[in-house]
């Protein structure tokens, strides 16, 4: 089971449903970055308010290629421990794709891609490293009339997130096309109450300011201050990039290329795209995503200054500045 990218662009949105009960949010919620502006509020989860539109609850059935399909997500139930391996301080989950035919012939099925996202900053979960099921099928399976086929999925969650809502992003394509219709379902992660919230998060930089600091917003983005592990002459770090969908309507992705800057001379250490990077699924309605971006830096440029550019897919920039490491 793979999380991948699709050439998403939204075509079906769908009402939005009551949010499961239990659904509770986090306190990991952006903040508006830079001037104050006059926008929608921040995305984050409610456990009172109603689903955005083109959010439907996990056991929905959604149609796909103008009701020749539907595609139903059951919600995530918690797998015994020790079922599968997953790191300390997290636990499996399971969850169910169902693809029913809708038709009185057969007829191949839609491919399904699935991401699924976690907390008021839409944290992606890990799949479970010996997964016997992926959640995009590179063969075509066909199906007989009124009959649906099952992919089960396995996903690894820390155990910070139970009682979270998860926003669950269903790319179907169909036979013979490019582009995939986006289908989003929303509920409670089970396993227990949530976590006491997290601190809220910082403003974003000043419009004076040229750079934002790490770890906090500028408008839509937000970067989270570098790690680093390993040793050697080469090391391995890593941020979160997390973007803010504030419309009505999906958005293809994060969609944003990282540029990795280190020390006074701004040497180019790495850059990140989408697709090779990271995982780039569309972003549901009034949601965010954030995702760990993975890379190399040298050695010498540890403890030192850290410059990261931020480009959209349309080339506008936002810097961010911090300590690397």
């Known amino acids: 089971m793979s999380v991948r990218l699709r050439y998403a662009l939204p075509t079906v949105l769908l009402a939005g449903a009551v949010l499961i009960s239990g659904c509770a949010g986090s306190g990991d919620d952006p903040k508006a970055g830079g001037q104050p502006t006059s926008r929608a509020p921040g995305a984050r989860p409610s456990p009172s308010a109603a689903l955005p539109d083109g959010i439907v609850k996990p056991g929905t059935a959604l149609p796909v290629g103008d009701g020749a399909w539907t595609v139903t997500l059951q919600g995530f139930k918690r797998l015994p421990a020790g079922s599968v391996p997953v790191p300390a301080g997290s636990s499996a989950y399971t969850a169910r794709v169902t693809v029913a035919n809708q038709r009185a012939q057969v007829a191949t099925a839609p491919r399904t891609a699935v991401t699924a996202r976690y907390g008021a900053l839409g944290r992606t979960a890990d799949e479970a490293t010996d997964s016997s099921a992926s959640s995009s099928e590179d063969g075509a399976q066909q199906v007989r009339p009124n009959g649906s086929i099952e992919r089960d999925l396995k996903l690894v969650f820390p155990d910070r997130a139970q009682g979270l809502p998860v926003t669950v992003t269903v790319e179907a394509t169909e036979e013979g096309l490019a582009e995939p219709e986006l289908l989003f379902f929303e509920g409670a992660l089970p396993g227990g109450a949530a976590a006491s919230p997290e601190p809220q998060e910082p403003q974003g930089a000043p419009s004076r300011q040229s750079a934002t600091p790490l770890g906090q917003w500028n408008d839509r983005v937000r970067l989270g201050k570098v790690t ?98």
């Open 228 to 325: 680093v592990t390993g040793e050697g002459a080469s090391r391995t770090a890593s941020l979160e990039l997390s973007v803010v969908n504030r419309s009505g309507d999906p958005v293809p992705g994060l969609g944003t290329t990282l540029r990795i800057l280190t020390g006074q001379d701004l040497h180019l250490a790495a850059t990140v795209r989408p697709v090779y990077g990271y995982h780039d699924a569309a972003i549901a309605p009034h949601r965010t995503a954030t995702q760990t971006v993975s890379f190399h830096v040298p050695e010498a440029a540890v403890g030192g200054p850290v410059t990261v550019e931020a480009v959209d897919a349309g080339g506008s920039k936002v810097t961010f500045e911090g300590t690397l490491g």
